[in-house]
């Protein structure tokens, strides 16, 4: 079991910067994949960024070149998040990986990979 906790949300004017971060604990084993992703209203949710062990990040192509995942060795998850436009307002959860093996990267991005997921925190961005 992974527990999950977000925060940083918030509100910012487009063009803004946020960052967000997601503490894992209660955690059995270490999940070679963390992540974020996002539900906007009437949206379904989709994926924004991945990184697993070794440090290397996948990121959708909304947001890549504007924003940046991170991972230490205690689990600690950081998504900075710079250039915002009004489409990224959503809200967004942390997501642990159901397991500490390796798997391909073209499925990072696949909600199904991941087992526990946070409470979720809200970002807006205004125009």
């Known amino acids: 079991q992974v527990h999950l906790v977000e925060s940083g949300g918030g509100s910012v004017q487009a063009g803004g910067s946020l960052s967000l971060t997601c503490v894992a604990s209660s955690y059995t084993y270490r999940p070679w994949c963390m992540g974020w992703f996002r539900q906007a209203p009437g949206k379904e949710r989709e994926a924004v960024a991945v990184i697993d062990d070794d440090g290397s990040a996948v990121y959708a192509e909304s947001v890549k070149g504007r924003f940046t995942i991170s991972r230490d060795r205690k689990n600690t998850l950081i998504l900075k998040m710079d250039s915002l436009k009004p489409e990224d307002t959503a809200l967004y959860y942390c997501?642990?990986?159901?397991?500490?093996?390796?798997?391909?990267?073209?499925?990072?991005?696949?909600?199904?990979?991941?087992?526990?997921w946070g409470q979720g925190t809200q970002v807006t961005v205004s125009s």
């Open positions: 997501a642990a990986g159901r397991g500490s093996w390796a798997f391909p990267k073209a499925a990072y991005l696949n909600e199904a990979a991941y087992a526990h």
